[in-house]
């Protein structure tokens, strides 16, 4: 996530520009679908679902990479 620039908008349990990761975590933890539902999220980008602030398209990442991100984000559900 470092590498593909993602924490200059996420933080883990602090909220800068995005939502933080844990948040995220919270609210898709119990959904069976969350990991495919947000790796496409992480490539497409998007708005509406936090606010009025969009995430970019990350084109550069990978499908798998995509879904191991997804899976490392919901693992942080408390
Ligand atoms: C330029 C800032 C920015 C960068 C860089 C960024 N994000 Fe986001 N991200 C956001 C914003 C803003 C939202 C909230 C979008 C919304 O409300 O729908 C978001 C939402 C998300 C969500 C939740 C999607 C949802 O539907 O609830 C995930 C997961 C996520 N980002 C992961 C990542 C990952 C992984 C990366 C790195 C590859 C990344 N983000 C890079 C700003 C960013």
Redesign the pocket.
Known sequence: ?QR???????LIDKRK???H?TE?AA??GGDAKAVA??AA??KA????????????P?PQ?SDK??QT??RL?LALKP
């Open positions: 996530m593909n620039n993602c924490t200059a908008c996420h520009y995005g939502p990761f995220i609210r898709y539902t947000l999220k992480i980008g998007g708005s509406g679902v936090w606010g009025e602030d969009p995430m970019p990350q990442v990479d995509a991100m997804a984000i």
